[in-house]
C-alpha cells in the first residue's frame, strides 16, 4: 500500500473529482475507489489528507489527479459572482483528472445523447471484451482496447456493446488512429481552436465531444464544454436571453462567453458549475 500525504495548501476531493462524470470507469465499493487507466488496475481511497493506494506508483496518481497544479489560484481566478463563488464553496478540491487521449475520446463518442450510466456500461463492455486482461489490488480488471483492437471488430459485434448508431464513430476513430499512431501528439502540438476543429473532422465528434476531450485529455482548460445542465446554468446566471434550445449559434455564443469570462481556466469552472448544480443557481 502507497501513501500520498497532500499538502494543507493544495485541495483535493477525490469522491467530487472521480464522481463528477469526467471519466467513466471508476466506481466506489466498500469505501475504495476502482478503476483502470492508461492500462493500471488502480484502488485508491482518501482519509483527510491521506492517499492511500495499490496499482500504481506515486508519480502516476500525482500525473493523473493533476496534484501538482495550483488549484487555489486556478479557483481565484475564476471566481467572478456569486454562482461561480457558491459553487467553489461547495466543490472545493475537485480537480480535472488527466486521461488518456485515446480512450476518452471514445468515450465521448459514446456519450452523445445519453446519460453517465449508459456510457460506462458501453465503455465496459468495450474493455471486458477486446481489453487486455489486467490483474489489480481488486482482481481481474480489463485495460481499455487500443485503436487497432476495435480497428478490427465487425461491426456486429462492436453494435453488441450498446454502441448504437455511434458503432460506425467508433470503427472510423478507431481505423484513423491505427494509421496515424501520433494522432494525439499532433493534436497536443495545436492552438485550441485548431486542436478543436482537428477532433471536430472525425465523424461523430461534434461540439461537445471535442471540448471535453481537449479539456479532459489534452489539458486545454480554455474549454467549456455545453450540455443540458451547463446551459441552463448560463442561461439563468448569465445570459438571460438565451433560446430554449441549444443550437450550434447558441453553443458558440455560450463557450465563447465562458471563455472571455472566466479567462484560460474556463473548463474548472465548467466543471465546478456542473458539480454545484443546485448550489450554484441558487445563490445568484
Known amino acids: 500500500m502507497k501513501t500520498i500525504e497532500l499538502r494543507p495548501d493544495q485541495p483535493f476531493d477525490l469522491d467530487l473529482t472521480l464522481s463528477c462524470g469526467q471519466a467513466f470507469r471508476w466506481e466506489k465499493t466498500n469505501g475504495w475507489w476502482r478503476g483502470v487507466v492508461d492500462g493500471r488496475a488502480v484502488r485508491i481511497r482518501q482519509d483527510g489528507s491521506r492517499l492511500m493506494f495499490e496499482g500504481a506508483d506515486d508519480g502516476f496518481v500525482r500525473d493523473y ?21 457558491a459553487a467553489i464553496r461547495e466543490c472545493r478540491g475537485l480537480r480535472l483528472v488527466r486521461q488518456p487521449p485515446w480512450e476518452c475520446l471514445i468515450s465521448y463518442l459514446c456519450a452523445t445523447n445519453t446519460n453517465i450510466p449508459a456510457v460506462k456500461r458501453r465503455v465496459a463492455l468495450m474493455a471486458e471484451r477486446y481489453g487486455r486482461p489486467v490483474d489489480g489490488p481488486s482482481g481481474r480488471a480489463y485495460a481499455f482496447p487500443g485503436p487497432e483492437a476495435l480497428a478490427g471488430v ?17 470503427r472510423e476513430a478507431a481505423g484513423y488512429a491505427a494509421e496515424h499512431p501520433d494522432w494525439a501528439e499532433r493534436v ?54 438565451l433560446g ?40 445568484a
Request: hydrophobic share 40%; proline share 6%; net charge neutral.
Open 65 to 85: 489527479f493533476r496534484l501538482d497544479q495550483d488549484l487555489p489560484a486556478i479557483l481565484s481566478s475564476i471566481d467572478r459572482d456569486a454562482a461561480i463563488g
Open 154 to 170: 465487425p461491426h456486429g459485434d462492436l453494435w453488441d456493446c450498446k454502441l448504437g448508431y455511434r458503432t460506425n464513430y467508433v
Open 188 to 241: 497536443a502540438a495545436l492552438p485550441f481552436e485548431e486542436a478543436r476543429q482537428a477532433l471536430m473532422q472525425l465523424r461523430g465528434v461534434g461540439p461537445k465531444a471535442a471540448d471535453c476531450v481537449l479539456l479532459f485529455a489534452f489539458g486545454f482548460f480554455e474549454a467549456f464544454p455545453v450540455d443540458v445542465w451547463i446551459r441552463r446554468i448560463v442561461g439563468e446566471m448569465y445570459l438571460p436571453d
Open 244 to 283: 430554449k434550445n441549444c443550437t450550434p449559434a447558441e453553443y458558440e455564443r455560450i463557450r465563447r462567453f465562458s471563455r472571455d469570462y472566466f479567462g484560460e481556466y474556463a473548463g474548472y469552472a465548467q466543471e465546478y458549475l456542473y458539480c454545484a448544480r443546485g448550489p450554484a443557481r441558487r445563490a
